[in-house]
């Protein structure tokens, strides 16, 4: 199978440098065609950062001057990645404060997809308000992690992410109700990966982005929670000390250069 990751990021540096440091050191670079990150004019040095693994074509960066918001970034690098890659059958998409532990994270999690013929796999929500929209499906899936077959969800009459603070609600309703299955991965619980959540929000608060339209909802939501994962701090603590040794000081060179010194097979690949 051949997968295409797409991460939209406003403002996240340091967060976004370790996901893709993640991906290709830990996950491993084989695994994935194309890695597109979709900023949203940031302003914290990201942009020449994300510039530097776009040159060493570590990335394939989509620069936005202005802020487009979560969904409607996401939609802007699936379809450009689903119309740039033929080859693509299946779709990843992050958020920008994912770290990945294990090698075997998507392997395992294509595989779940493929035992029960699902067009969607990720993360579970985990919020019955959320899960009782759907008729047919036990869970609503997280996008902080979520993985789709685009030949079956990325069409008519299923609607794109939106701009919401839930942006891939009405795409996962729409595809329950077209008879798709949606299919849960324990990605936080199997300690897969670390999601810190409310990265971005904590951006926004600490800068006071009041301009931003989900400045006032971030002031009371910028500590991360770490999908409850009563390890999931620990878990990133460890995952900073490996990546502190790898790149040290993180600039540009440093990043680029780590990204391109191969898999660490020490990393967590199995529990």
């Not at 776009?54 to 996401?74: F, M, T, V, W």
């Not at 990645?81 to 998507?106: E, Q």
């Not at 701090?233 to 440093?254: H, K, P």
């Amino acid at each position: 199978m051949t997968v295409g990751i797409v991460v939209a990021h406003f403002n996240t540096r340091r967060l976004v440098a370790q996901l893709v440091f993640s991906l290709y050191r830990l996950l491993g670079r084989e695994q994935f065609a194309e890695l597109v990150v979709v900023d949203n004019g940031s302003n914290d040095g990201s942009r020449e950062l994300l510039a530097a693994l776009h040159r060493a074509k570590l990335i394939r960066l989509i620069q936005n001057d202005e802020q487009r918001y979560h969904g409607p970034s996401l939609t802007q690098g699936v379809s450009w990645l689903i119309g740039a890659r033929t080859d693509v059958d299946h779709v990843w998409v992050l958020d920008s404060d994912v770290v990945l532990l294990r090698a075997d994270t998507l392997r395992e999690a294509l595989a779940r997809a493929r035992e029960h013929d699902a067009a969607a796999v990720g993360q579970k929500l985990g919020d019955d308000t959320y899960n009782r929209l759907l008729k047919h499906n036990p869970e609503m899936l997280d996008p902080c992690c979520l993985i789709f077959d685009p030949h079956r969800i990325w069409r008519s009459p299923i609607p794109h992410f939106l701009e919401d603070g839930a942006p891939a609600t009405a795409l996962q309703v729409a595809a329950d109700a077209n008879g798709l299955r949606l299919v849960d991965f324990p990605f936080v619980e199997g300690e897969y990966l670390v999601h810190l959540g409310r990265g971005t929000l904590r951006e926004i608060a600490q800068s006071g982005d009041a301009a931003n339209r989900y400045y006032e909802w971030a002031l009371d939501h910028r500590d991360p929670h770490y999908g409850g994962h009563e390890r999931g701090s620990l878990l990133y603590r460890e995952f900073c000390e490996l990546f502190d040794a790898e790149v040290g000081e993180l600039t540009a060179d440093s990043l680029v250069r780590s990204c391109l010194s191969g898999t660490i097979r020490s990393g967590r690949r199995s529990r």
